[in-house]
């Protein structure tokens, strides 16, 4: 089993930053691919960022490319995600996810684990 707890969320002003943290316990961390989703009310969870164990590439959604930036650090079995020039629809639950395999998926069922979530609200 692993844990991950999520942290970092809060209320920010559209244009303003915040930087997730997901802290991984119970497995070798190093070994997964970690991604981020999120979810809106009344939306289906959605694919954010992944960055993969092997080597270390990332990929994100569309929509956060050029403002949100995944980084992992495995000696502190931690991924973050920074984001900055944040919008309204930015509004979510962010939820840290891992999945034992070398390749990035954006479809969340192929994620072993879950945290929390934490949520993220983007003032206009």
């Known amino acids: 089993q692993m844990q991950l707890v999520e942290s970092g969320g809060g209320l920010v002003q559209a244009g303003g930053s915040l930087r997730l943290s997901c802290a991984a316990t119970?497995?070798?961390?190093?070994?997964?691919?970690m991604g981020w989703f999120r979810q809106a009310p009344g939306k289906e969870r959605d694919f954010v960022a992944a960055?993969?164990?092997?080597?270390?590439?990332?990929d994100y959604a569309d929509s956060v490319k050029g403002r949100f930036t995944i980084a992992r650090d495995n000696a502190e079995n931690t991924v973050y995600l920074q984001m900055n020039s944040l919008k309204p629809e930015d509004t979510a639950v962010y939820y840290c996810?891992?999945?034992?395999?070398?390749?990035?998926?954006?479809?969340?069922?192929?994620?072993?684990?879950w945290g929390q979530g934490t949520q993220v609200t983007v003032s206009s």
């Open positions: 960055s993969r164990w092997s080597d270390g590439s990332t």
């Open positions: 996810a891992a999945k034992n395999a070398a390749w990035i998926s954006a479809v969340p069922r192929t994620y072993d684990y």
């Open positions: 119970g497995r070798r961390f190093s070994s997964y691919t």
